[in-house]
């Protein structure tokens, strides 16, 4: 088969593409043939060597996100056929790669009104933004909700599920095509944040309350500024963030308001597995809708890395072997 292999840390280009045997697997394991892997930003740091502790062990395949069609089933799997359409949430062997092994409990059924590409956009983006808005944020029905950067992965499933969940929705990108797509996903209000006193005019579409809870994908950026457009009781959850961030504490405790933040790698199979019963349940119900930017051949992730690297994401960069 063919998987994409890093050998060193370093820039997009340590990306190769290489072959190797067929995995099989092992009690409780399932391998899927992969028809489409999704990219996270995530993914970039590691290659770069920059994620901290998390940096993998080199060398290694990159990804945790797929969806395709289960090939093989080892030992005390009995659930689950060949040929069942299916995503992952999270992978063993890397899903950049024609062939992915996962514990069974990190794979979901994918219904047949999802495309693979599609089913590669739920991992990371959806699971992020369940955990931030329902497990950490705890938002409420008639709540406002900023999203930063909600023309991305992350955004986008943001977006749908806070309109699920009865929410008043205010969401930011950096582009004139990405306010177009927030729009198009259901946002009540769309700021381009580059506008000049964007700030200003999120704080007043909320009719000077502000956020009841903001989504933060850049906190090195914005944190500082998300203070002062939160309401009383507000809350703010860091999903991204590219360096040091400085902030004003009075700006909380004037509102008493809390920074909360999170990393997916924190939650246990068991509770992602609940996640996904959710996601699941969405997608079933039609009101999850995964978008996808961009579909490139496995052989061009580097390109893939270079295209979520830089601003102005519209929807999910996806793989397909």
């Known amino acids: 088969m063919k998987r994409i292999r890093v050998h060193a840390y370093g820039g997009p280009e340590v990306l190769a593409i290489e072959e190797a045997e067929l995995p099989e697997p092992g009690p409780g394991e399932v391998l899927i043939r992969v028809k489409a892997a999704g990219v996270n930003p995530y993914e970039t740091y590691a290659r770069a060597g920059s994620y ?20 093989a089933v080892g030992k005390g799997v009995a659930d689950l056929a060949p040929g069942e359409r299916v995503f992952a949430m999270g992978t063993l062997s890397g899903s950049y790669a024609e062939f992915a092994l996962c514990e069974r409990i990190r794979v979901q059924s994918l219904p047949s ?21 329902f497990q950490l944020a705890r938002i409420a029905p008639g709540e406002t909700l900023l999203v930063h950067g ?11 599920f806070a309109r699920a969940a009865g929410l008043i929705v205010i969401g930011t990108a950096g582009t004139d095509r990405g306010v177009e797509l927030i729009k198009q996903q259901g946002a009540h209000h769309a700021v381009n944040h580059h506008a000049p006193e964007y700030q200003a005019k999120i704080v007043e579409l909320t009719q000077g309350r ?18 002062r457009m939160l309401a009383s009781g507000g809350r703010v959850v860091v999903i ?32 992602l597995q ?20 961009l579909e490139l051949p496995l052989a061009q992730a580097a390109e893939a890395h270079r295209r979520i690297a830089s601003p ?8 397909i072997p």
């Open 52 to 71: 901290g502790a998390r940096n993998p062990t080199l060398p290694y395949t990159p990804g945790s996100d797929a969806a395709g069609t289960v090939e």
């Open 240 to 271: 991204g963030s590219r360096g040091d961030a400085t902030i004003t504490p009075r700006d909380l405790m004037a509102r008493d308001a809390s920074i909360l933040a999170m990393t997916l790698w924190n939650v246990p199979a068991e509770g």
């Open 210 to 227: 502000g956020a009841n809870a903001i989504l933060e994908v850049l906190a090195n950026v914005n944190l500082g500024h998300d203070l």
């Open 274 to 293: 609940k996640i996904g019963w959710a996601i699941r349940a969405g997608l079933e119900k039609g009101f999850l809708n995964p978008v996808v930017g």
């Open 150 to 160: 909600a023309s991305g992965g992350v955004g986008i499933a943001a977006l749908q």
């Open 113 to 133: 009104s999802i495309s693979f590409a599609q089913g590669a956009a739920l991992f990371v983006p959806y699971a992020t933004a369940y955990r931030a808005l």
């Open 312 to 319: 102005g994401a519209l929807g999910k960069v996806v793989l």
